[in-house]
């Protein structure tokens, strides 16, 4: 994640994928996410339920967890994009990155017991919010890659 935040411009740029182009891309994943978050296919998968007879798990990238996977670069490139070049914008960023890596580090280790405590429809409820907030902050992606590629003022 720290590679790709300081140095995510720089691999699009010599792969000539522009600013915009990857934020339409990185908000059309995280609202992939935000609906498998909505509809509980991520539930479902994580409960153990059988998915289709001829999905492979072994082409999913089993090292890249979804905590640091392409939704989290996408968003990390995307943020220090918007930063602008001032150094410490950047380092602001990056230092809101760690902070909330510790923060999802807490989360995993309170999570079984919340888990007990909401029950099944309380985490539910919660997921479905937070997919609807995780969905609008990928529309905005798209609309901030849309007019930043001069498609709409």
């Known amino acids: 994640m720290l590679l790709f935040g300081l140095a995510g411009e720089m691999i699009l740029g010599f792969i000539g994928i522009s600013m915009p182009a990857f934020r339409i891309a990185g908000g ?27 999905h492979d798990p072994s082409v999913f990238p089993l090292a890249t967890p979804l905590i640091a996977g392409p939704g989290a670069i996408a968003s990390i490139i995307l943020l ?4 602008g070049p001032e150094w410490t914008s950047t380092a602001a960023v990056l230092g809101l990155m760690v902070v909330m890596m510790v923060v999802t580090y807490g989360f995993l280790l309170a999570s079984p017991p919340m888990e007990r405590m909401l029950g099944r429809t309380g985490t ?6 937070l997919g609807m907030l995780l969905a609008a902050l990928a529309v905005q992606f798209v609309i901030d890659g849309v007019r930043g590629a001069g498609m709409i003022s």
Not at 80 to 83: E, F, I, L, S
Not at 124 to 129: A, S
């Open 124 to 129: 539910i409820v919660i997921t479905r919010l």
């Open 80 to 83: 220090v994009g918007q930063a």
């Open 28 to 54: 059309i994943l995280l609202f992939l996410t935000a609906l498998d978050m909505l509809f509980e296919r991520r539930t479902h998968r994580r409960e153990g339920q059988k998915s289709e007879p001829d």
